[in-house]
């Protein structure tokens, strides 16, 4: 792994031309080996590649400069977090990681100055960090910001249809089934006089039909149970995971400070279009 190299360079036990050549050779070492397929691992190589090159520098620094310079070591410990900092994507961790190690508070102004310079320039060079390209690699495809926030501005009211037709909680099954078979959709809304009862399915009329319940009242068959509705505000990925839930092709969109006012109605093929998907 080479950690004993790097405490030498910290300590400053370690000279110029060798750290130049361990450099060369991480860097050889770590290409070939992600360039095989193989996972050699980022924390450490990261590590290594900045104490080598910041030993590297601060060593011709303090030459030249001896009396305006800190010992090469200092400059490992910056070129560690710098390296990480632009290689992972995240400088604020390099920052905590670099204090916690030394507990001094004079390396934080220019190891946060080297990180962002670091952070910026390897923005410019490369737009996908490192982590994100090995997922990729893998087949793994993770969402991007552009994604989540487009996702979350899919928002119920955008597609919402106004009130559909209702069935009397009075109608009988076998009634309700003759009205179900000739509908647009294949769930319907029940209500009474104080407003939506529940939703019930053009399969689960089927299925009361055929267990001799055809001259039983809908509210008799149904479940009492919370019926599966969502909010005006509320995403549409929501609603399809209740969609799938349930079983159903429509959900009541219901006010929220009264669960049975029915505001409107969201459709299956609403949501697809909304998602650029084509309904049959």
Same mark, same amino acid.
């Given at each position: ?9 910290? #300590? ?9 050549? %361990? ?7 770590? =290409? ?5 397929? #193989? ?5 450490? /190589? ?35 977090? =710098? ?9 604020? =961790? ?31 060079? &490369? ?15 993770? /969402? ?12 119920? #009211? &955008? ?12 109608? =009988? ?22 407003? %939506? ?70 459709? %299956?093929?609403?949501? %697809? ?8």
């Amino acid at each position: 792994m080479g950690y004993g190299f790097v405490g030498d360079a910290l #300590n400053g036990k370690m000279g110029l031309q060798l750290m130049g050549l %361990l450099l060369i050779l991480k860097l050889l070492t770590v =290409t070939i080996c992600y360039a095989s397929g #193989n996972a050699g691992g980022i924390f450490g /190589p990261s590590l290594f590649i900045g104490a080598m090159l910041g030993g590297g520098m601060g060593s011709v620094a303090h030459a030249m400069l001896p009396g305006f310079t800190a010992t090469p070591g200092a400059y490992a410990l910056v070129g560690m977090g =710098t390296t990480f900092a632009g290689i992972v994507r995240a400088p604020m =961790t390099s920052v905590m990681m670099i204090f916690e190690v030394t507990r001094d508070y004079s390396i934080i102004v220019p190891l946060m100055i080297s990180n962002l310079l670091s952070f910026f320039i390897s923005m410019r060079l &490369q737009r996908q960090p490192i982590y994100e390209a090995l997922a990729r690699q893998d087949g793994i495809h993770l /969402p991007t910001a552009e994604s989540r926030e487009a996702r979350g501005k899919r928002r119920v #009211n &955008q597609v919402m249809r106004p009130s559909a037709d209702f069935l009397p909680a009075g109608m =009988t099954v076998a009634d309700a089934i003759g009205l179900a078979q000739r509908g647009e959709f294949s769930s319907w809304l029940v209500s009474d006089e104080k407003g %939506l009862v529940n939703v019930i399915s053009t399969k689960d009329l089927e299925k009361a039909i055929s267990e001799g319940a055809g001259e039983k009242q809908l509210v008799e068959v149904l479940q009492k149970r919370t019926f599966p509705h969502v909010h005006d505000d509320q995403s549409l990925d929501l609603a399809l995971d209740r969609m799938g839930a349930a079983g159903l092709d429509l959900l009541p969109v219901v006010s929220r400070a009264n669960i049975r006012h029915v505001e409107g109605i969201i459709v %299956l093929r609403d949501i %697809l279009k909304a998602y650029g998907i084509p309904s049959r």
